[in-house]
DNA sequence: CTATCAACATACAAGATTGGTAGGTTTTTT
DNA sequence: AAAAAACCTACCAATCTTGTATGTTGATAG
């Protein structure tokens, strides 16, 4: 398994926050009731998304979360990049592993690179947008 | 991370039998020595591959492992799948998951679905044979 | 100024997975 | 009988997964 519930999960809340947004903060409550998630989990990942500028907190009365920008300017790729850590297939090619010193000669890691870019390409290719309820188009990619 | 050292090792094995491949069986040492990796380890791995018919295995002095097929005959991806047990990249898509009851209106499903097979379409295009220090075409898939 | 709402923070934990190790048994050849 | 090598079973420590529990902080309503 490459993607946990934690990116699942990830994705699934800026999906919603993208389907019901108008303008006012969006109480977790209300995204855990729509999505079943429980809160205390979420409430993690969520800080996460905070921190890294996706979306916008409020406290208090009234407070919530919303996205920080348009839908189509989030991509798969980059929610899934900050929530699992890596996205990479395998350990060797993780940002920060330190280099495997039979890499030079290592047979089979011209296909992890190559398993690596197509897996990362394609997520990078799909935005929240394009995951929305309303997202129909003929020419989608999905 | 979607492959683990299992996969991996058995991967590096198969490769490994492959260049020194000349009828005989060859002991697990020869391949543990070459390779660096941990021969109680590595038993468990032949012992599937072995199960599976991937490689015949001969006991005794003489004995050890051999390919079952020709190099080009073995599709990376179902070597994979058989060590990783699935290398489907979320758990809802693993063979044998009891299908999600938000399945139906799952916004993110298409998307697990159509990279689920973009990464096993890409593993089964690549055989043994074009893992080998061997090959090295012009026109690799690599 | 206080009650309430909701984000935010930290610690804990059961269960599964990962990456092995330990110790032995069986089969084949010499 | 001895040696080589596959094969088998049990165990283990560390990490990851998927949460729960128990707060604290900050904003708003009355």
Redesign the pocket.
């Known amino acids: 398994?490459l993607i946990?519930?934690?990116?699942?999960?990830a994705l699934r809340v800026m999906i919603d926050l993208a389907e019901h947004q108008n303008g006012d903060?969006?109480?977790?409550?209300?995204?855990v009731e729509r999505q079943g998630?429980?809160?205390?989990?979420?409430?993690?990942i969520?800080?996460q998304?905070?921190?890294a500028g996706f979306?916008?907190?409020?406290?208090?009365?009234?407070?919530?979360?919303r996205l920080s920008a348009a839908p189509d300017q989030y991509r798969a790729g980059d929610i899934l990049r900050l929530t699992?850590?890596s996205i990479a297939p395998v350990?060797c090619l993780e940002c920060g592993a330190r280099p495997c010193e039979r890499a030079d000669d290592c047979r089979t890691r011209p296909m992890w690179t190559k398993l690596d870019q197509l897996i990362g390409d394609f997520l990078d290719s799909v935005t929240i947008a394009d995951l929305m309820e309303s997202s129909h188009a003929e020419d989608s990619i999905l």
Not at 4 to 9: E, F, L, V
Not at 25 to 31: S, T
């Open positions: 398994m946990s519930t934690k990116g699942r999960y903060f969006i109480p977790l409550r209300e995204i998630i429980s809160q205390k989990y979420l409430e993690g969520m800080s998304l905070s921190r979306v916008d907190g409020a406290h208090g009365k009234g407070g919530g979360y699992e850590g350990t």
